[in-house]
């Protein structure tokens, strides 16, 4: 890595960097070409500025006269016209001119802000296009009071690197650099950002390394940004370990350094890992984890590195010294698949290898369920042992926009399932160790499906996402045809309606939410506690999950009835008063009344207890109670 990105006053040394007030320096990496110019314009006549060649095929140059504002594009070899591939700003999309950003123009105001601690992470994930009706940065802003009374501590930004069109998932993203013109540009996200901070929430930002999306992706006439030795599913490779990758890896390690410092990003979601190649020795992974972990350290304040992967790899959240990349916290797919199993019954697809509660035991126990055991579905052993690592190493969850938005219809729990499942769900991601994430519009039951949207405008790109999308759904043998990607429809059905949350069915789900994120952040040994000091038992039989958890002098006991009948269990409690703090089939839930007792005399022998259906029950240890706060 570069010595000088790990410097508190980093900055950005690709792209226009603006000097003064009207002088703009442009770098940008391009060894395939033997001449590049910048073509801007001044009162709607072009211009050209040729630009130097440096070392490792850099080109570098000043313009006079430019400011904020202006737009540019870069010239190879006196021939076609391009974006910048690190611009900052695309106005007009994706084949239109770049535009010079002066980051120094924003009024930040969160300078005393140091982000929230990881363990303390409750993290709600959003699309920006669909959370709101307006679909911007700002109309975000609005909502963040409400997210703070919900509880949660950090929002999740899913990719708002510029995509074709306006409507996206925001995983075709083709310009790094450039927050999405329809959703605000670089002012509304910092204005977002700022908002955040100030009402005490961390921002996380999904990004994409693996992978460009094919329309408007121009760097492979700059330099060899892209690799044919291995392939995606979603397209061509990035090139982090062959000829000229060090600066291709420069590029994106840059990209990691720019959204935490110059945007205030407080942690980054790598999106698909298993699509990052990298066979040598010092792993792009690894990089680009110690240069945001030195960058945060620098700018004294708390910044991560979280991973998506389908490997079950422990490798990527051990840390470096024990031959590890170090990153923080990965997503577990696991947990959410033997939850989904035993909540909706569905067994196909990748589901097939999950449905029996020592599933979920061991997601709750280990991390991994998958440690190095056969898979059904993928017809090969699968995974590694996650026991050794911290809980908090973990984000789990009972939906997000993978798990919706990738079903054929697009549809959350709440379409399908009655309020006992959901809470069940809900108790199940809240009160059970690892960190917790909501998808939008879960708290409170939102009925709208969560579909993939696309506004490409290459007729046979578009014919290629329609069939894709069909393919995508055979392993899982759906009834019906998926919504058209394309259509405007789409996404318009894609929308939630926030003030769905305010009556009935929708009010109780929420308010359950509350609680249990309230009962999380305020139980010490629910919002931090050690391996060693969580007992988890099933009965099988019953169908039913204990919990059993201890921090210092507090323990608490969960239990969670996933079958539908009645369940009567003989269970160990440890001596002492148990007091009953939550119970999902209260009314005031929208249960049918509670059937278990508000206190339990435990002598150090087994109790007899009757769990409804699809109920979450939270027992603590009444005689040494004392929450956080409270006297």
């Given at each position: 890595m570069h010595g000088e990105h790990l410097l508190n006053t980093w900055k950005l040394d690709?792209?226009?960097?603006?000097?003064?007030?009207d002088r703009v320096h442009f770098k940008v990496w391009a060894p395939r070409a033997g001449q590049v110019s910048v073509k801007t314009w001044r009162d709607g006549l072009p211009r050209e500025v040729p630009l130097s060649r440096h070392d490792a095929g850099y080109y570098e140059g000043t313009a006079e006269q430019m400011t904020e504002g202006n737009r540019y594009v870069y010239l190879l070899d006196h021939g076609a016209e391009y974006p910048d591939p690190a611009s900052r700003f695309q106005p007009e999309g994706v084949h239109a001119p770049s535009q010079v950003v002066d980051p120094s123009l924003f009024q930040w105001e969160d300078q005393d802000w140091k982000g929230v601690e990881f363990r303390d992470f409750i993290i709600y994930e959003i699309h920006v296009g669909t959370f709101t009706k307006d679909?911007?940065?700002?109309?975000?802003?609005?909502?963040?009071?409400?997210?703070?009374?919900?509880?949660?501590?950090?929002?999740?930004?899913?990719?708002?690197?510029?995509?074709?069109?306006?409507?996206?998932?925001?995983?075709d993203g083709t310009y790094p650099y450039a927050p999405q013109h329809s959703y605000g540009g670089p002012q509304g996200l910092k204005a977002l950002?700022?908002?955040?901070?100030?009402?005490?929430?961390?921002?996380?930002?999904?990004?994409?390394?693996?992978?460009?999306?094919p329309e408007g992706n121009y760097l492979a006439n700059f330099g060899p940004y892209f690799t044919n030795r291995y392939r995606t599913p979603w397209g061509d490779a990035i090139?982090?370990?062959?000829?000229?990758?060090?600066?291709?890896?420069?590029?994106?390690?840059?990209?990691a350094?720019?959204?935490?410092?110059?945007?205030?990003?407080?942690?980054?979601?790598?999106?698909?890992i298993?699509?990052?190649?990298?066979?040598?020795?010092?792993?792009?992974?690894?990089?680009?984890?110690?240069?945001?972990?030195?960058?945060?350290?620098?700018?004294?304040?708390?910044?991560?590195?979280?991973?998506?992967?389908?490997?079950n790899d422990v490798r990527v959240i051990n840390p470096i010294e024990l031959g590890g990349y170090g990153l923080d916290a990965q997503w577990n797919d696991d947990f959410h698949h033997a939850l989904h199993?035993?909540?909706?019954?569905?067994?196909?697809?990748?589901?097939?290898?999950?449905?029996?509660?020592?599933?979920?035991?061991?997601?709750?126990?280990?991390?991994?369920?998958?440690?190095?055991?056969?898979?059904?579905?993928?017809?090969?052993?699968?995974?590694?042992?996650?026991?050794?690592?911290?809980?908090?190493?973990?984000?789990?969850?009972?939906?997000?926009?993978?798990?919706?938005?990738?079903r054929l219809m697009g549809d959350r729990l709440s379409a399908s399932e009655p309020i006992e499942k959901l809470k069940v769900a809900a108790a199940l991601v809240l009160l059970t160790p690892g960190i917790p994430l909501l998808f939008m519009g879960e708290e409170y039951g939102e009925p709208a499906p969560f579909l993939y949207f696309v506004s490409h405008s290459d007729p046979d790109l578009i014919e290629a996402v329609r069939r894709g999308r069909v393919e995508e759904f055979t392993a899982f043998r759906w009834q019906g045809d998926p919504a058209d990607p394309q259509a405007e429809s789409t996404f318009l059905?894609?929308?939630?309606?926030?003030?769905?949350?305010?009556?009935?069915?929708?009010?109780?789900?929420?308010?359950?939410?509350?609680?249990?994120?309230?009962?999380?952040?305020?139980?010490?040994?629910?919002?931090?506690?050690?391996?060693?000091?969580?007992?988890?038992?099933?009965?099988?039989?019953?169908?039913?999950?204990?919990?059993?958890?201890?921090?210092?002098?507090?323990?608490?006991?969960?239990?969670?009835?996933?079958?539908?009948?009645?369940?009567?269990?003989?269970?160990?409690?440890?001596?002492?008063?148990?007091?009953?703090?939550?119970?999902?089939?209260?009314?005031?839930?929208?249960?049918?009344?509670?059937?278990?007792?508000?206190?339990?005399?435990?002598?150090?022998?087994?109790?007899?207890?009757?769990?409804?259906g699809f109920s979450a029950i939270l027992y603590r240890l009444r005689e040494r109670q004392c929450l956080q706060g409270e006297s």
């Open positions: 690709l792209g226009a960097s603006p000097i003064g007030k679909g911007t940065f700002e109309s975000v802003v609005p909502s963040l009071p409400y997210l703070r009374e919900l509880g949660v501590t950090a929002l999740e930004l899913m990719p708002v690197a510029q995509f074709p069109g306006t409507r996206n998932w925001g995983y950002i700022n908002a955040c901070h100030k009402e005490g929430l961390s921002v996380i930002l999904d990004v994409v390394y693996n992978h460009l999306g090139n982090f370990d062959g000829p000229l990758s060090d600066e291709v890896r420069h590029f994106f390690i840059s990209n350094l720019y959204w935490t410092t110059e945007y205030h990003v407080d942690a980054l979601r790598i999106d698909a298993h699509g990052i190649f990298d066979f040598g020795a010092h792993h792009f992974l690894q990089e680009l984890g110690e240069a945001v972990h030195e960058q945060a350290e620098a700018l004294a304040r708390n910044i991560y590195v979280i991973a998506e992967s389908d490997l199993t035993l909540v909706t019954g569905e067994r196909q697809g990748y589901y097939q290898d999950f449905g029996e509660l020592s599933h979920l035991e061991k997601a709750v126990k280990e991390g991994f369920v998958y440690s190095g055991q056969y898979s059904q579905y993928r017809m090969r052993r699968h995974g590694s042992s996650s026991k050794e690592r911290p809980v908090h190493q973990f984000i789990i969850f009972s939906q997000n926009h993978d798990q919706v938005g990738n059905r894609s929308k939630l309606d926030l003030e769905l949350r305010r009556n009935g069915k929708h009010r109780q789900l929420l308010e359950f939410y509350q609680e249990l994120i309230r009962l999380r952040r305020t139980i010490p040994c629910l919002s931090t506690c050690a391996r060693k000091e969580i007992e988890v038992r099933t009965f099988e039989k019953e169908g039913v999950l204990s919990v059993h958890r201890r921090q210092g002098s507090d323990e608490t006991l969960s239990l969670f009835n996933v079958c539908e009948g009645q369940a009567n269990i003989h269970l160990f409690f440890p001596e002492g008063e148990w007091e009953i703090l939550l119970d999902a089939n209260a009314p005031r839930w929208g249960g049918s009344g509670r059937v278990t007792p508000d206190v339990i005399t435990a002598s150090g022998q087994k109790t007899t207890l009757s769990v409804p």
